[in-house]
């Protein structure tokens, strides 16, 4: 990887790529959780990575032997060239086909970083005025937390309503 970084990091925000010294700057940068620290490690190793690109929402690992680079995003990487490349690269982290390139897949990291989208919703939920309307409903026995499913356009958890905020 590049040895020497270049600092103007708002160039990202602008939409040109930004070259980081190490997966660590980037991840301070993009506030990727520390939880897929050693994961991306891994993976920048696996591929002998030769740069770490910053660009607005995400950034890649070139990889020094050509080919594809992997785009990291929140929550997932693509770029993969096979079902085999990621599972040799990422171990047994869920894999699946990705739309990038023909032939790519995709991995899910350990962790995802709170949306700030989802931390509006939740202050204005909490901001709004509660108003009884009658019996409150019986609470069911269960305990699990009740989650939405994965898009698969955009990979991000949906709400129970199973429509994605991010593609509609």
């Known amino acids: 990887m590049s040895s020497t970084p270049e600092r103007s990091i708002d160039h990202a925000k602008e939409g040109r790529a930004v070259q980081f010294a190490s997966i660590e700057e980037a991840f301070v940068r993009y506030g990727t959780p520390?939880?897929?620290l050693e994961l991306l490690r891994n993976i920048a190793r696996g591929v002998n990575a030769s740069a770490v690109v910053g660009f607005r929402t995400y950034f890649?690992?070139?990889r020094s032997a050509g080919g594809p680079a992997l785009e990291v995003h929140d929550g997932y990487t693509t770029g993969f060239r096979s079902e085999t490349d990621a599972e040799r690269l990422a171990g047994d982290r869920p894999?699946?086909?990705s739309r990038r390139f023909r032939g790519a897949w995709g991995i899910t990291h350990y962790e995802t970083r709170e949306r700030p989208l989802a931390d509006r919703a939740k202050k204005r939920a909490s901001?709004?005025?509660?108003?009884a309307s009658?019996?409150?409903a019986p609470r069911s026995?269960?305990?699990?937390?009740?989650?939405g499913q994965i898009c698969m356009s955009c990979f991000m958890q949906m709400p129970l309503t199973g429509v994605c905020p991010n593609c509609g």
């Open 141 to 147: 026995g269960a305990t699990e937390p009740r989650e």
């Open 95 to 97: 894999r699946w086909p």
């Open 34 to 36: 520390v939880g897929n």
């Open 60 to 62: 890649k690992l070139e």
């Open 134 to 136: 009658g019996p409150a």
């Open 127 to 131: 901001a709004a005025p509660r108003v």
